[in-house]
């Protein structure tokens, strides 16, 4: 196993030690993190083409404490207020808060702004089944400049990154190479282009290529619940937020109970072409295949994105990763 030399790596590469784990030959482990217990980094192939993968990592915590209170604000959305959290106001301005408890546990709410000790989030209280008490994560969002940092090695102004949007609408982002920062189609800066927890990307390259992602802020093992929105009659790109494993199953991603019996559908994909390679249906406790055969061993690459489609917008739930050393 060839160890990555964190001497000379940026971010958290130089925060990790040298005892790597199994996955694509480098997670390393840190006692420096607090709450999301691991930080390192891993190698992701890509093949030459098209493939769809999603980032096991997230963000540090920010923040995390009990809510005061919960209440609504006079447009409905949630104001969630902490008891002397010492924020400064709006320095949350491109995070999320998960609740780790109740309906949406694990679900990443976006912060529309924050004062010195209130959240006021992009959801109603009934909505997402917040209450007072209930334990809240603060992230920053990973983006395209914190995943990808220095362009990872794709070709600048040729191979991209795609993201689907919620209305299934795809847009696609290139490195460029003379003002070091991602760029959209229309040459604007995409530094700050958010992808959630768990939702795929689209990758395009045109010679196969070996991708670290864990160099920049997008560094920590999430190792609490997830949850995932996604759209009805959309573009869902989902995936496990797995760095530790080589493999996993179909049963392994965790969503089979969020399913529609015989309706909501899973579709495996080829990557390199991206041409879908199954499509699974859940029976209510298993994920079965076209012959009603169960499929719930069905292997997939740690951390290949899936399709997943649903009749109408649902949160999904994902596996939380179990950390060993």
Not at 73 to 80: P, S, Y
Not at 142 to 167: Q, R, Y
Not at 257 to 277: K, Y
């Amino acid at each position: 196993m060839k160890l990555i030399d964190l001497a000379s790596t940026p971010g958290c590469l130089r925060r990790s030690l040298s005892g790597a784990l199994s996955f694509a030959l480098g997670l390393s482990l840190s006692a420096e993190a607090s709450t999301s217990g691991i930080v390192g980094f891993y190698n992701l192939p890509l093949p030459a083409g098209n493939s769809a993968w999603v980032c096991g990592l997230v963000t540090t915590d920010s923040y995390q404490g009990a809510a005061a209170s919960v209440t609504a604000d006079t447009d409905g959305l949630a104001l969630v207020q902490f008891s002397s959290p010492g924020w400064t106001v709006n320095e949350f301005n491109l995070h999320y808060a998960e609740p780790q408890s109740g309906a949406a546990a694990g679900l990443a709410i976006d912060i529309l702004s924050n004062t010195s000790d209130t959240l006021k989030l992009n959801s109603t209280p009934a909505a997402a089944g917040l209450s007072s008490g209930m334990v809240f994560i603060v992230r920053k969002h990973a983006t395209l400049a914190g995943l990808l940092p220095d362009g990872a090695g794709l070709v600048p102004l040729a191979d991209s990154v795609s993201i689907f949007s919620a209305a299934g609408v795809q847009s696609t982002y290139t490195w460029n190479n003379f003002s070091s920062r991602w760029i959209n189609g229309f040459g604007q800066n995409a530094n700050n282009t958010v992808i959630r927890p768990g939702q795929g990307m689209g990758f395009q390259v045109s010679s196969a290529i070996t991708i670290t992602l864990g160099k920049g802020e997008v560094c920590h093992v999430k190792t609490t619940a997830t949850k995932v929105k996604v759209n009805g009659n959309s573009v869902n790109l989902v995936g496990p937020l797995n760095p530790l494993g080589g493999t996993t199953t179909l049963s392994g991603l965790g969503m089979t109970s969020s399913m529609g019996t015989f309706s909501d559908s899973i579709v495996t994909l080829a990557q390199g072409t991206l041409n879908p390679s199954g499509t699974y249906l859940s029976n209510g406790s298993n994920l079965i295949n076209g012959f009603g055969q169960n499929a719930n061993n069905t292997s997939l690459p740690a951390g290949a994105s899936v399709v997943v489609n649903v009749g109408s917008t649902k949160n999904i739930s994902l596996a939380p990763v179990t950390p060993s050393p």
